[in-house]
């Protein structure tokens, strides 16, 4: 699992005079699900691209299965399928008409065709016109082309975009299963942290073309709790305040109610029964920095101090 199977080394890349990415080391290891998250424009695209070879570094060097893109871009990339926001197909043509197309291309056996229609449950489907298809088949069928040159790698760029939540669901059961039980190590972006949290094992978080974060899920979910806070709205909360400023420093009054940082569930529950014993009515409680945005004021807060 530790050896790499994606590692780019300060990787720079500029349109023109615009920076749009600066110093971003990846390091994917082999087996994993490597999330790749940030807001739209982050760079996330452009990243891809140059995993692919389809843009050059303006510094820096892609590394594949531990060997240059530079020196090795034809053998690696017949070991990657990709998918690059919608596939390109042709709608007039069958599932199984577009597969017979891919397979001519890129000199497969047609044998490969019904394993991969399968994988990605569109056998049944099969013979129908893609024009008639939904987007979610269309994605699936699109990855079952990128299944074509049976790849152990797999390079997604926002593969659920513009889904309904049953093809969200699809979608992340089939790239789980093809991870668990093909072994294939599989790199997703997404601007989505709750959908990253549901599917990948490791995360990397790039925001304003910089690596803000990396490492395990685990990892960024124990950042998330020392960024979160709890906001409690409450029938007294200056009072609320000072009781409980005398356990943590950290309580503020906010809007309606106070915020404070975000321990743990029971840390919850005691909080609201010493509120009721003190007979403050408590309206409601939320926990907050959960989300993406909050999660990037946190890492950009830490990063400057
Ligand atoms: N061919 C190009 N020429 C000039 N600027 C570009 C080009 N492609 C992308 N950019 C710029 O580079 C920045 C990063 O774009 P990129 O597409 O990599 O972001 P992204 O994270 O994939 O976002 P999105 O989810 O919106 O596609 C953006 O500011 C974008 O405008």
Redesign the pocket.
């Known amino acids: 699992m530790d050896q790499p199977v994606i590692q780019t080394l300060q990787l720079d890349h500029q ?2 005079k ?1 920076k ?2 600066q110093q971003v080391s990846l390091n994917m290891p082999k087996g994993s699900i490597y999330g790749f998250l ?12 140059l995993l692919l070879g389809l843009l050059k570094p303006t510094q820096g060097e892609v590394l594949l299965f531990n060997e240059s893109l530079s020196t090795h871009r034809i053998p690696m990339l017949q070991k990657i399928g990709s998918l690059i ?1 919608m596939p390109s197909l042709y709608l007039h043509l069958t599932g199984r008409e577009n597969l017979r197309n891919a397979c001519i291309l890129r000199n497969i056996p047609y044998a490969k065709i019904d394993e991969v229609l399968a994988l990605v449950r569109l056998t049944k489907d099969a013979n129908r016109k893609v024009k008639e298809y939904s987007l979610g088949m269309k994605q699936r069928l699109g990855l079952a082309i990128a299944l074509l040159p049976d790849p152990s790698l797999l390079i997604l ?2 593969p659920t975009n513009g889904l309904d939540p049953n093809g969200i669901i699809e979608m992340r059961e089939l790239l789980k299963q093809l991870n668990r039980e093909r072994g294939i190590s599989i790199f997703i ?1 997404s ?1 989505l942290l709750s959908e990253m949290e549901k599917v990948a094992t490791h995360i990397g978080i ?1 925001h304003h ?1 910089r690596m803000m974060f990396q490492g395990t899920l685990q990892e960024l979910q124990s950042l998330k709790v020392n960024g979160a806070y709890l906001q409690v709205d409450c029938s007294d909360q200056e009072r609320a305040v000072q009781i409980f400023t005398r356990e943590s420093g950290l309580v503020m009054l906010n809007g309606s109610g106070f915020k404070l940082p975000y321990q743990s569930k029971e840390h919850v529950a005691q909080l609201i029964q010493t509120l009721v014993r003190e007979k403050i009515d408590v309206y409601q409680v939320q926990v907050n920095g959960n989300d993406l945005e909050n999660l990037f004021l946190y890492l950009t807060e830490k990063q400057a101090s």
């Open positions: 349109f023109g615009h749009v990415l940030g807001p739209n424009g982050a760079g996330k695209t452009t990243t891809i691209r926001e760029d926002e972006s601007h790039i073309g």
